[in-house]
């Protein structure tokens, strides 16, 4: 819920843009939410980059952590307001809740480092349980306008 200080008043408002769509927690699950966002991000005008990075690796995280047989995962876009993208990622494994590995100068692992990039490239992002069984990975792109 958004306030809109001149009126000093509380109302909804409704998305500028927002696209949803159910996918198989596969590998070409992933690859497809990956393909799909490039697509809408292009519809809408907005810059692909580092959106669909975003996506590729929690859609990857999804498929690969979240994975339940026979239940797929959600990927949602949203432009809540004209400088934010929000991207959702969510599954059904509400129970296994991603954590971001620290890099380690001994031995460095060949993967698991997915969450660094997202952290990297959103300007927020974060976890928000449910509704059971379910969890949701989102995080935030600032939008810069190209004028």
């Known amino acids: 819920m ?7 008043t509380a109302e909804a ?32 005008g907005l810059p692909l980059d580092p959106a669909r990075l975003i996506v590729a690796e929690l859609a990857a995280n999804a498929a690969l952590h ?4 026979g239940r797929g995962f959600r990927l949602t876009l949203c432009v809540p307001r004209p400088t934010v993208l929000r ?8 129970d ?7 890099p380690s100068t001994d031995s460095p692992a060949e993967s698991g480092y997915g969450l660094l990039l997202v952290e990297e490239l959103a300007s927020h992002w974060g976890i928000r349980n449910g509704p ?7 995080a935030e792109v600032r939008l810069v306008s190209s004028g």
């Open 13 to 44: 408002r409704a998305p500028l843009h927002q696209f949803s769509v159910p996918l198989s927690a596969t590998r070409r699950g992933a690859r497809l939410a990956r393909l799909l966002a490039v697509e809408r991000l292009r519809a809408w």
């Open 2 to 8: 958004n306030v809109d200080v001149n009126q000093g």
């Open 132 to 138: 059971a069984p379910a969890k949701t990975v989102w």
């Open 96 to 102: 296994r809740l991603p954590v971001t590995p620290r």
């Open 66 to 69: 979240g994975r339940v047989p």
């Open 87 to 94: 991207i959702e990622v969510t599954d059904t494994r509400g």
